[in-house]
């Protein structure tokens, strides 16, 4: 076995191991990659990229079959399945080729290609590589989608992320299984491409939505567009050799395809983790500071989708930059507000602290869609906007219902962050009509201004 020692080793060479790798470099350190697959990450091969290329199609044709509210008539939409994938897979692929780009830019000697396991707190084998850290390694692993029990007679039928993007064309009908925010958009996108979507889970929210009162917002809103089976869970059988009979309690029905978007778990069953002392929860998942990224007091660090922590893109490149900051001896920044956003229509925004959190004499102020005029411009008729303060009035936290979620979303997490009340921010300058003035109204409500 031929050695190597280094002071930093990243794990993975997806998007946090990538900033990992840059940070500890930035620092002097002198730092190894360790990628087993081709490179390229998540968010760009099968992740935030190819499903909001996906979503951006669904939205042209949804646009074009409201055209006639407005009194413009587009005549008849169809929907051009090929062509939809092959702008999908080519913008896709660009953005794969930027990661690559990054990756190979790392000298070659930086780079070890293989699957790296744990066999001491500082040291990992690839192959028949000993590499060993004077000062930290970074897990980076990402997640790995969760298949579903229950669906074996079928499983040629099951698609994940990671393979729903390689359709050839459109299925007529599609079942997704989960009505997280994964599971929620696509199968939005789909039923918008002209799909027949039905959405199962044994759960009764959706698009990871902790308010109930946003949650039945949401429920309305894009139960109207396609099939919720909520707190229901589906079985599936064969029919025939090219489509699956769903059935659950009360219903069945016939499905080209099904998408399981079940969750996703992260890939750190290879590691070893379990016999370098580091402390691990029921899951498998190392305890870690949620700051500084480190796992106890050992030189071992996890981020991005492997910590489990906020499986979300800008949480896994600043993770994987602070960790590779404090594993070449710099000192972790401060957390920021939590932030998830949905991207259907209406988008779901959660920020700061979720609902189920809230302390008890937490304050809450609303707005709805229906009540504000540029949403009536353009519109949209439904959603919610609840903006949840503590006793001294700061802001602390949002759930968001709403076209254009996100731009919202951000506005609440700059306010949180930067520790504002909400009569403060209920007071800045809020242009009309838009959107924004959703958080204003809502802000007021929350502060008791009048009007
Ligand atoms: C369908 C979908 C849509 C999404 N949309 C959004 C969105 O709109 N906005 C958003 O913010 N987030 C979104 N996300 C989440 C986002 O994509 C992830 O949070 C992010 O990509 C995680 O990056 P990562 O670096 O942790 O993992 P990855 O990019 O997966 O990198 C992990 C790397 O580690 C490697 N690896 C694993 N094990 C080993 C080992 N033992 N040895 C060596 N290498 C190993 C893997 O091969 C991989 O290259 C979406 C995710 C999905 C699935």
Redesign the pocket.
Known sequence: MTGKVVDVIV???????LKAYKAATARGADTIV????S?G???TR???MP??LLIAAARAAHQARQAGRFGVEIGTISVDAAAVWQRVRRERDRFVASVLEEYHAIPADQRVH????FDGPNSVVVDDRRIEARRGIVV????RPITPDGFDDVRHLVHT?ETIFELDGLPQSLAVLGAGP?GLELAQAFARLGVEVAVFDPGSSIGGLKDPDCNAAAVEAIGAELRLHLETKARASAHGSDQAKLHWDGGEMLVDCILAATG?TP?LQ??GLEHIGITLDDDGVPVFDRRSHRCGDSRIFV????DAWR????E?ARG?RIAGQVAAGGEPPRCLPAFS?A?TEPGIAQIGTAFADLPPDARIGKATVADNGRATVDGHTHGLVKLYGDRAGKLIGASIVAPDAEHLGHLVALGIDRDIDVATFADQAWYHPTLEELLQSAARDLAGIED
Not at 34 to 37: D, L, P, Q, S
Not at 303 to 306: C, L, N, R, T
């Open positions: 794990i993975g060479a997806g998007t946090a191991g360790i990628e087993r697959g490179g990450s998540t968010c099968c992740g935030c499903s909001k293989g699957g790296a396991r980076a692993t990402g997640a992320h994964l996703r890939a290879d590691l981020a991005g989708d492997a499986p979300v893109l800008h896994a994987g956003v991207f």
